[in-house]
């Protein structure tokens, strides 16, 4: 997992706008080419041999159809694998969500489906495991006692699940960026400006962009185009900085008025309940109004289709709303960013229990708008945990079972619904009373040392190879 560091660009002259320009859309129907032979399942292995499919096409003499330069094409066909990596990787931890529920399968067939699956933390995953399902190749493991009758079943199963989960094949649908590497650009300064000298088409050419600030700027780089603005700005992939573990044991409960509430009782960014409401009920009001705009637009179709068409044109268009939309989900990511790096500078865990994201729901006037909402506010979460446990450091032991969490005693372990009214909790046994969202992060927390769930996190190799 990487971290990315924007640089902006300032605004360039026709000349240098139209170069790079130029050498993006080459770049980018270079990149499509490439998604378009590659993504039948007969190319699969070479997603963990990329550079044994650049030396292939190398020396069969790729003919230059774009006019990319030898480099720029071997970083295209690199960018396109990577892209169907991306799809593919996506798609196999739906297919294991699938699996995960599937009740038709023993525990054996069940094991077997993880192994082809699986994926190595230091040799990545086995892309000819995955090619097999697809081609009917019967490959087996020895330490799995299956058939292979069982095992043509379990096959069949998984290429059943990823054609229902891959959906369309991915294409390059807007031209917006390249990527270029460390011998294509050239980093300088000038006074107190940063300066770098880009490859375009034309060999031995650089456009020289002036960045807008100073950074250490080394290794491959992805160029962006920004056209309202005429300029780019330059993303730098790269290893975050690491942190040693911290000593302690957290419980976090998750939720939709604050990101989330630790053990100790403190509610993290409560600003994000606010944006996340203003957000949902915005949308939701210009939803509505569009819904009546659409009405209009349906009647007129037939009684004065130019008024329909002025409609369709000045009213209906997607551009503003998209860029509102897009300008509500940053503030909201903002704060959930806030409230991760306030966590962990501040309790510096050494292990976190968090309930399964499954069950977070964000809180909006609609259905539909809260089941959207709660899509990417899980996904946010979700790379967010990722992300930080791996520069802190962190176990992550998985998802707790949240089953009773807000009902149930932290003290003497009393469970009954009536223990909790709202966001306050008072135990009907003990008279134990504290904010409930608290004692939900601290019954997750203990439920960490939980013997019956340890245990079965420990013995069941499905589970085992599911979260690798």
């Not at 993006?24 to 998604?35: C, G, N, P, V, W």
């Not at 993880?114 to 990545?124: E, I, M, N, S, T």
């Not at 900085?241 to 100790?264: C, S």
Request: proline share 3%; hydrophobic share 35%; charged share 35%.
């Amino acid at each position: 997992m990487q971290q990315t560091v924007k640089q902006k660009g300032l605004s360039l002259n026709k000349k240098k706008w139209s170069e790079i320009v130029k050498t993006t859309e080459a770049y980018a129907r270079q990149k499509d080419a490439f998604l378009v032979q590659f993504e039948h399942v007969k190319y699969l292995h070479y997603l963990g041999e990329k550079r044994e499919l650049r030396d292939e096409l190398v020396k069969a003499g790729l003919p230059n159809r774009f006019g990319l330069q030898a480099r720029q094409w071997k970083l295209a066909l690199d960018d396109a694998l990577h892209t169907l990596e991306r799809q593919w990787e996506a798609a196999i931890a739906e297919v294991k969500e699938h699996l995960y529920r599937h009740k038709g399968m023993t525990d054996e067939e069940k094991h077997y489906a993880f192994w082809l699956l699986y994926r190595h933390k230091k040799h990545g995953r086995d892309w000819k495991r995955i090619q097999a399902v697809f081609t009917g190749e019967d490959v087996a493991s020895k330490k799995i006692n299956l058939d292979a009758k069982g095992r043509a079943k379990v096959r069949k199963y998984l290429k059943r699940t990823f054609r229902h989960v891959l959906g369309k094949k991915p294409r390059v649908k807007r031209v917006r960026s390249f990527v270029v590497d460390q011998q294509m650009y050239r980093v300088f300064t000038v006074g107190n400006r940063q300066y770098i000298a880009v490859a375009t088409l034309v060999p031995g050419e650089r456009v020289i962009i002036p960045l807008a600030g100073v950074h250490a700027i080394e290794g491959n780089l992805r160029v962006i185009l920004l056209p309202d603005e005429q300029a780019v700005e330059i993303h730098l992939t790269r290893e975050p900085k690491a942190y040693p573990p911290g000593e302690e044991e957290v419980g976090i409960d998750l939720g939709v008025t604050e990101v989330f509430t630790d053990d100790a009782g403190k509610k993290y960014r409560p600003e994000y309940g606010k944006a996340l409401r203003e957000m949902s009920d915005r949308i939701l009001d210009k939803s509505q109004k569009r819904g009546k705009l659409w009405t209009l637009y349906r009647k007129f179709l037939k009684q004065d289709p130019p008024k329909a068409r002025r409609i369709l044109r000045h009213n209906l268009g997607l551009a503003k709303q998209t860029k509102r939309n897009k300008r509500y989900r940053a503030r909201c990511e903002n704060e959930i960013n806030r409230a991760f790096n306030e966590f962990y500078k501040e309790r510096r865990p050494k292990i976190i229990a968090y309930e399964d994201l499954a069950h977070l729901r964000g809180k909006a006037k609609s259905k539909g708008l809260t089941r959207k909402v709660s899509i990417w506010q899980r996904s946010i979460m979700k790379k967010r945990l990722e992300y930080k446990n791996r520069v802190h450091s962190v176990t992550d032991p998985g998802p707790q079972n949240a089953a009773y969490s807000s009902q149930e005693c932290p003290k003497c372990h009393w469970v009954d619904t009536q223990n909790r009214s709202g966001d306050f909790f008072r135990c009907r046994k003990c008279e134990f009373t504290a904010d409930a969202d608290q004692v939900s992060a601290m019954n997750l927390k203990s439920r960490l040392h939980d013997e019956e769930q340890a245990a079965r996190r420990r013995d069941n190799p499905v589970h085992a190879l599911q979260r690798g």
